[in-house]
DNA sequence: GTCTATACGGCGATAGAC
DNA sequence: GTCTATCGCCGTATAGAC
């Protein structure tokens, strides 16, 4: 195994283990056990737990990134949005039963002070940024698109924190519903195709 | 000091510290210190961390409680709704510097396993239940008034999640806006009084 | 009832053999 | 580069004097 794949397979394991037994909760062991990896080694791919935390995060982001990509090939804005919330679909029950990975770990790396927290919220910055550009398309002001985009994300973290809480899909399906259904009949008006 | 008293301290210590601090990153130490009670003393009122943390949400539920006496006084359902919503007001502050102490709790607690979970969704389970209660009395058939229920109660986490990741509290702001107006234009069809 | 001292375990991190 | 052994710290929980 190249040095390469040790450390994204460290990276990896992090990132499900966050995900499934929360931030705080999971230890440098018990990600090197999963790894694979003898403890002692993790210390000389990333130099601090904080280290693996922040490659965690760029791991998170950079997935959400390459997702959007395929999305970004649709001609409408409105088709790129229905497809990103389409995609929600098919991540109901592993949220219902973990939560979101990137809304987890924004609430916990905010209460443990340092700057944890500015490494995880830019996932959620980066996916405001591009529902706000695909609300602009469709012919909002930036101001609207912006609120816009907030309540996208923020129904949909509501959600899943509820559907999480209960262990209860519905919750989520509820809202996927709900934001389809806004989503189509919001007004068209001076809608942009893609240049 | 009497014997509840420091109980009671106890309670409130841990409560605003899991708030702040979070729930894993919470040490018995940190809340002995802040309730001024001796570490080895709080194992006289609580055999276990458990039990404290049972005792916070407990008393996290009669918090609520108390304070929706107060709208359920309010004639229409709809006034006693729109009270909920305004009450989010003054604690937009507090929620963006800190995050929401239920929605927190839950979502650490879902983490680890055991049975904190449970204890501590009773607080949303509630807070449902009684929105349900107000849709219902609005005149909405069962299956609306929860759905509108869980549209409320998401939509709030979600902001707050939002506006604590990035420390701004204009989502919060925002999502108080748009449930007032999307409360205040439901239609008022069979809107029952208070019996 | 109140408090001090301490046992015990698990954590992050390091030293150093190979 | 890889791995084992271990240090030092801090957490929960307990023992036992007062």
Redesign the pocket.
């Known amino acids: 195994?190249a040095?390469a794949d040790?450390r994204t397979s460290l990276v990896r394991a992090a990132d499900t283990l966050f995900h499934h037994t929360g931030f705080e909760h999971?230890?440098?062991?018990?990600i090197a056990a999963a790894a694979k990896?003898?403890?002692?080694?993790v210390?000389?791919y990333f130099?601090?737990?904080?280290d693996l935390v922040k490659a965690v995060t760029e791991h998170r982001l950079a997935g959400v990134e390459a997702r959007r990509a395929e999305w970004d090939s649709l001609a409408s804005p409105r088709d790129r949005l229905l497809a990103y919330v389409d995609s929600f679909e098919k991540h109901t029950e592993d949220m219902t039963a973990h939560g979101c990975p990137v809304g987890s770990l924004c609430l916990e790396a905010n209460k443990q002070g340092g700057d944890a927290a500015k490494e995880a919220s830019a996932v959620f910055r980066s996916s405001l940024e591009w529902m706000r550009i695909q609300f602009r398309a469709m012919g909002f002001p930036d101001k609207v698109a912006r609120a816009h985009a907030a309540r996208l994300l923020g129904a949909r973290q509501g959600s899943v924190l509820l559907s999480n809480t209960f262990k209860d899909p519905t919750y989520i399906r509820l809202e996927i519903a709900r934001l389809k259904g806004w989503l189509g009949k919001l007004p068209p008006a001076g809608e942009r195709k893609k240049s």
Chains 1, 2 share one sequence.
């Open positions: 195994m040095v040790k999971t230890s440098i062991a018990d990896v003898p403890v002692g080694n210390y000389y130099k601090t737990r904080t």
